[in-house]
């Protein structure tokens, strides 16, 4: 599947938050990797141990030949399985997924794009019951999802014990509406729950990468 705009700026984000926290994740899966996108960039800034698992065998093919030629090989464990048929040796400090986001929606006449896109491999109701039976009771997960889901994505969350800590919505421009979300969460703490939001618009008002975006993503564009 084609690498996407909102896609580097996911992962180029997730890799800042993992980098700026104080307790360093040891453990990360990455659900549904394509063809190991998010995992190469949160690997060049964080020094982790990851399972990459893709359902897609022509896409888990690719990720391990991107991760064969880079610095970070020794770090990255593809594995070509559905997420529902794996079993992980323990529990992850962090999962990051860039699931399908439409569910109901008309589909493709390509299967593998209904896969990378649709709810034929994936629901988001299974994410969400995987991410909470796989991640660390103190771990944490990364979510890039449309910004018309975020109220479904939260009562998900409720429903299985988990919170969204971090919010983030992101707009094409400064003269766009939200269109992605991306999210930082994890179990529920009781009475502490606190959901931070932020805003970030890719462009500005004259068709310009804004400052924030460069920010995140200069160590990934050449041209930045």
């Known amino acids: 599947m084609k690498v996407t705009t909102d896609g580097c700026l996911f992962g180029a984000w997730v890799a800042h938050r993992l980098a700026i ?34 359902i897609d065998q022509a896409a888990a093919e690719q990720a391990n030949e991107n991760i064969a030629t880079s610095p970070w090989k020794n770090n990255i464990r593809v594995i070509h399985s559905a997420i529902q048929q794996f079993t992980p040796p323990s529990t992850y400090d962090c999962i990051v997924s860039n699931p399908p986001f439409y569910e109901n929606d008309l589909g493709s006449d390509n299967p593998r794009k209904n896969i990378a896109h649709h709810d034929k491999g994936l629901l988001l109701s299974e994410l969400i019951a995987i991410i909470k039976r796989m991640l660390h ?21 409720t429903a299985e014990g988990l919170v969204a800590q971090y919010v983030v919505l992101i707009s094409q421009s400064t003269k766009h509406s939200h269109f992605r979300v991306m999210v930082e969460g994890g179990f529920s703490k009781g009475n502490n729950n606190v959901t931070t939001s932020n805003k970030i618009s890719i462009r500005d008002s004259r068709e310009n990468y804004t400052d924030e975006f460069t920010e995140l993503l200069k160590d990934y564009y050449l041209h930045l």
């Not at 104080?22 to 190469?40: M, P």
């Not at 009771?137 to 969350?157: I, N, Q, T, V, W």
């Open 21 to 54: 926290k104080e307790n360093k994740a040891n453990r990360l899966l990455d659900i549904g990797c394509g063809t190991g996108l998010l995992t190469l960039m949160i690997a060049q800034q964080n020094n982790i141990q990851t399972d990459a698992v893709e």
């Open 137 to 157: 009771p103190s771990g944490h997960f990364y979510l890039l999802l449309p910004y018309k889901r975020l109220d479904e994505l939260y009562k998900l969350l």
